[in-house]
Structure formats: C-alpha cells, structure tokens
C-alpha cells in the first residue's frame, strides 16, 4: 500500500508563487508515475502534471505550462510542485497520485492507483 500526504498549500494574491509537495510512503515500484491533478467545486478534476522517474520526463496541462513546474526527490520519496505566476483561476483543491508501473499518459485520472487527501490552493485577483 502507497499513502500520499500533500501540504503547502494556502492564500496567495494573483501573481503568487506557492510550492506544493506531497510525501509518499510505502512500497513504491522503481518505475513508476506521479502526478498533480486539481478540483474546484463544481467542476471535474483536471490533470496539471506528471513526471516519469525514468528519464525523468514531465508533462504539463497547456494551462500552466510555463509556470507550473513538477519535480520529484527520489532520496525524499517527495513529489514537488513549483507554482509560479498564480492566477485566479488556479484556484482548486490539488491532490498527488501515484502510478506504479509507469504510465503512458500522466496527465490521466485513470492511470493513478493511489491518491491523496488534497490541499487547498487559494487565488485572489
């Protein structure tokens, strides 16, 4: 069994920078995948970013490419989320996910196994 347990999230004013990060424990495959998904009330949860730790490769949702950045510390078992240029519309709750066996499309809901509680992100205009 894998539990993730994100945090950094909080309240920042449009052009914010927050960085989230989500500790994993448990047995984890040696390949595998993980990523960052998001839900603000009303709608459906969204994939923002995945990355592969074999490469590693990354992925991004077109929008946040550019001021999103994902990042993983393999020593840490800590998956990472740089959020730079935050705007209103960022604004959700932000859960990590874990995929053993790698994935082909990180940025889907159905290649992720496990899931995390969630933390809110908050951006005011």
């Known amino acids: 069994q894998v539990h993730l347990v994100e945090s950094g999230g909080g309240s920042v004013q449009a052009g914010g920078s927050l960085r989230l990060s989500c500790a994993a424990s448990?047995?984890?495959?040696?390949?595998?995948?993980m990523g960052w998904f998001r839900q603000a009330p009303g709608k459906e949860r969204e994939g923002v970013a995945g990355i592969s730790n074999y490469g590693p490769r990354t992925y991004y949702a077109d929008s946040v490419k550019g001021r999103f950045t994902i990042s993983q510390d393999n020593a840490k078992n800590t998956l990472y989320l740089q959020m730079n240029s935050l705007k209103p519309e960022d604004t959700a709750m932000y859960y990590c996910?874990?995929?053993?066996?790698?994935?082909?499309?990180?940025?889907?809901?159905?290649?992720?196994?496990?899931w995390g509680q969630g933390t809110q992100v908050t951006v005011s205009s």
């Open positions: 996910a874990y995929a053993p066996w790698g994935c082909i499309d990180p940025t889907s809901d159905n290649e992720y196994n496990y």
């Open positions: 448990g047995y984890l495959y040696s390949r595998h995948c």
